[in-house]
């Protein structure tokens, strides 16, 4: 019912610039919160940014003052500007989001998307 879509991930150098988009689709009512997480070789999937339908925003402390969270509600898209990328920054990176369905306007349900890799080369 629900499909989330990233975009725009990519080989760049390190202390470069990306940025990453999901847009979400199908039968949305509306969308509560968004995030962004990655998953690096053998590791597990971790936190990188959450923003709220407010625009709240929370953020590991790895990327901290390096990449910033921001979403277009009218495009149901969140997105992630990535900045002075570090190798360590290389990974699949996952949206989600907490949708309320037009079919349960009572409820939520977390969606991810299948992830855009990537890679930040030294």
């Known amino acids: 019912q629900v499909q989330l879509v990233e975009s725009g991930g990519g080989l760049v150098q390190a202390g470069g610039s990306l940025r990453v988009s999901c847009a979400a689709s199908g039968s949305i009512f509306s969308i509560k919160a968004m995030g962004w997480y990655r998953q690096g070789s053998g590791n597990e999937r971790d936190l990188v940014a959450t923003?709220?339908?407010?625009?709240?925003?929370n953020y590991a402390d790895s990327v901290k003052g390096r990449f910033t969270i921001s979403r277009d509600n009218a495009k149901n898209t969140v997105y992630l500007q990535m900045n002075s990328l570090k190798p360590e920054d290389t990974a699949v990176y996952y949206c989600?989001?907490?949708?309320?369905?037009?079919?349960?306007?009572?409820?939520?349900?977390?969606?991810w998307g299948k992830g855009t890799l990537v890679t930040v080369s030294s």
């Open positions: 923003i709220t339908s407010g625009g709240s925003t």
């Open positions: 989600n989001a907490d949708v309320v369905l037009f079919s349960s306007p009572w409820s939520s349900r977390l969606y």
